[in-house]
């Protein structure tokens, strides 16, 4: 069973839009979640991480989590081209030596 | 800037040709872990590293990959008799509170 899904995409939204990534995890002692953005042929890069339920805001970026229903959200507003990436949810467990546990990401295309 | 360089950028080989992966830490890092990411998926774990000891391996890293971590600093992860299946993206990456990546190695074996 895998650890973390994603909604598989694409997603594609129109310049300006918010674009809406959520993910699932099986594991409840999962403590940390992370949001990384990667363009294609490049490495993840950490977009924000949340770890208490609620919201995290970062700019245009608001992480959301739900423990209780296992749920972590990526809110983008006022979404750019440049914001046309895959996103990637990881998810972090201590009792695993800090090993990362990714979904296969959700592929977002932002059109003009 | 990650505070993590990995070299080279890419690496084309033939099958059955061994290659080596470095990682160098900007700073001091004690924790170093090694990914391995395919077309269409996340990141998977291959090894982790807290100073120069191993501590725990994947069921992926076959007896094929080796990785060390001579003094703690920098890592090397080899891959020997390589096959078409070892084509991937190989991370490294530090662990501070959130894991920041290098940028990676593309391995094409043909």
């Known amino acids: 069973q895998k650890e973390v899904e994603q909604n598989s995409g694409p997603l594609s939204v129109p310049e300006g839009a918010i674009a809406s990534l959520n993910c699932t995890y099986s594991d409840r002692g999962s403590q940390s979640f992370f949001w990384y953005r990667q363009y294609s042929g490049k490495s993840p890069e950490l977009i924000m991480f949340i770890y208490s339920n609620g919201d995290k805001e970062d700019g245009r970026f608001t992480a959301q989590l739900n423990k209780a229903s296992q749920y972590v959200s990526l809110l983008i507003r006022d979404s750019q081209p440049s914001d046309s990436a895959t996103y990637l949810c990881?998810?972090?467990?201590?009792?695993?030596?800090?090993?990362?546990?990714f979904g296969r990401g959700t592929q977002l295309t932002v059109w003009p | 800037d990650t505070g993590v360089s990995q070299n080279p950028r890419h690496k084309i080989t033939k099958r059955g040709q061994n290659v080596t992966f470095r990682c160098d830490p900007i700073?001091?890092?004690?924790?170093l872990y090694w990914y391995r990411q395919t077309l269409g998926q996340g990141p998977e774990f291959l090894t982790y590293?807290?100073?120069?000891?191993?501590?725990?391996k994947s069921r992926l890293l076959s007896d094929r990959f080796s990785a060390e971590r001579p003094k703690g600093s920098f890592s090397t992860l080899e891959i020997q008799r390589t096959e078409q299946g070892d084509s991937a993206m190989y991370l490294c990456?530090?662990?501070?509170?959130?894991?920041?990546f290098g940028q990676g190695t593309r391995l094409t074996v043909v």
């Open positions: 700073s001091e890092h004690n924790r």
């Open positions: 990456a530090l662990a501070t509170s959130e894991a920041f």
């Open positions: 990881a998810v972090f467990q201590a009792s695993t030596l800090g090993r990362l546990y």
């Open positions: 590293f807290q100073n120069e000891a191993q501590l725990e």
